[in-house]
C-alpha cells in the first residue's frame, strides 16, 4: 500500500475520568498493534483537566502516564465542523488541520464512554469505533440499562436507586426501602463509574451509609441490587446491527468481589476462557448479550457481563461495558482471541465497522 492510501486513524486517550489510567494502558495497546503499513497513526491525550493534546512521543511514555511532560505535544482538538474531518492542532506558527478517516476512542467511563464525547465524534462527521450516543449513555447509567433491560424481560439483580442528594435528607427512609426491597448482602454503586471505583459490598444495614457516601462521592444517583451469588463471566459481542458473541469468559476474583485492587493491582484474580458452564448455560449467556446489545441499539463492540447463579444457573445481566479494558490481556480481546482473531485483526474489523456504520468505504474515506 503506498504512504497515501494509508488510512489516518486517530487514537484518542485518557480523559476526565476515574478511569483515566486504564486508557492508557488500553491505548497503548491499541497503538502498538495497529500496522503502520495500513495505518498512520495520530494519538491525542485528554488530560484530567480535560486538556486536548496531540502527542507524538514513544508509546513507553503513553504506558507509564509521563507523555504530559516529555514536551512532545501540541493543544489540538477534533472539530466538530464535519468540512474540516479532522484535528486542529495550535502549532506555534498558527492553527494546523490534520485530516482524519477513522477515530479510535479508547476512553473508559465518564466523559469517554458516556455518549459525550460521541456526541462530538458525531457531529464531526468522522467515523468512529464503537457505540454511537445514545448507547454508549444508556449503557454507562447502571439505572437506565436496569430500567431498560427490566421491560425486556431480562433478568437482574433486584435493585433500586435513588439521587445520591436525597440521602442526606431522607436517610432513614431510603434505607427502610433497601432493607424491606432487598435481600442482604447488597452491592451499592454510583450509576456512572466503572473499574469498581465506589462499589461496595454491604453485609448488613448498619453499613448502608458509609458504601451510599463512597457511591455518591462518585456519581449524582446511587444503585443498590441484591447481591447475586454466583459465576461471574463476560462475553464479547461484536458488529453493528449484526452482530455475534464470542465464547464465555469467566472471572474468578481473589477478593470478596471483582474490585478496583483485583482487577488491576494484585493480578491475582484469574480469567477463564472458557467459562466452566455447561454448553446450554453458554448459549443463552451469548443469546441474551446479543439481545440485550441489539436492544439497547450497541453498535461495533460491547462486553456483555453476566453473573450465573450457583445452583439453578439462572442468567442475569450485570452491565454492559461499551468501552471495556482493551489491553491485549483483558477480557474482551482475549475472548476474540480465543475465538480465532489477532489482536490487530481485532482492531481492523473494529475499524471496518466504523466506516460501514458511517455509509462509508474504508477506500473512499481518503481526502
Ligand atoms: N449484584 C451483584 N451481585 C454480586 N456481585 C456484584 C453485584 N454487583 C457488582 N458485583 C461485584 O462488583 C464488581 C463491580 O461491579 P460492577 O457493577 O460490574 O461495576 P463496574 O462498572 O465498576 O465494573 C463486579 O464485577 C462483581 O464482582
Ligand atoms: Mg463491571
Known sequence: M?????????????????????????ASSIVENLSPEQY???????????????????????????WEQTGLTVPAFLSPDPGVHGL?????????VLPVDVVFPALHGKNGEDGT?????????????????????????????????????????????FYADRFPVAAE????????????????KPANAGSSVGVSKVDAPEGLDAAIEKAAREDHKVVVEEGIDGQEV???????????????????ASAS???????YINGTSQLFIPAHLEEETAQKVRETAVRAYRLLGCSGMARVDFFVTREEHRV?????????????ISMYPKLWMASGLTYGELLDRLIDLAFQKAGIERGQAHG
Not at 484530567?48 to 504506558?63: D, H
Not at 486542529?88 to 494546523?96: I, N, Q, S
Not at 463476560?234 to 474468578?252: H, K, M, P, Q, Y
Open 88 to 96: 486542529v492542532a495550535l502549532e506555534k506558527d498558527g492553527a494546523r
Open 316 to 328: 442475569i445481566l450485570n452491565e454492559i461495558n461499551t468501552l471495556p479494558g482493551f489491553t491485549s
Open 234 to 252: 463476560e462475553v464479547a459481542v461484536l458488529g453493528n446491527r449484526d452482530c455475534t458473541a464470542s465464547i464465555v469468559g469467566e472471572i474468578c
Open 2 to 26: 503506498s504512504e497515501s492510501k494509508k488510512c489516518r486513524v486517530a487514537v484518542l486517550f485518557g480523559g476526565v475520568s476515574s478511569e483515566h489510567e486504564i486508557s492508557l494502558l488500553s
Open 117 to 161: 464525547l460521541q456526541g462530538l465524534l458525531q457531529l464531526s462527521g468522522i467515523p468512529f469505533v464503537g457505540c454511537g450516543t445514545l448507547a454508549s449513555t444508556i449503557c454507562m447509567d447502571k439505572a437506565v440499562t436496569h430500567s431498560l433491560l427490566s421491560a425486556a424481560n431480562i433478568e437482574q439483580a433486584h435493585y433500586l436507586w
Open 40 to 66: 498512520d497513526l495520530m494519538t491525542v491525550g485528554i488530560t484530567k483537566e480535560g486538556r486536548w493534546l496531540l502527542y507524538t512521543g514513544p508509546v513507553s511514555a503513553l504506558r507509564d502516564g509521563t
Open 173 to 188: 427512609t431510603i434505607k427502610k426501602k433497601i432493607v424491606a426491597r432487598l435481600n442482604f448482602p447488597v452491592f451499592v
Open 257 to 263: 468481589f471483582y474490585d478496583y485492587e483485583d482487577k
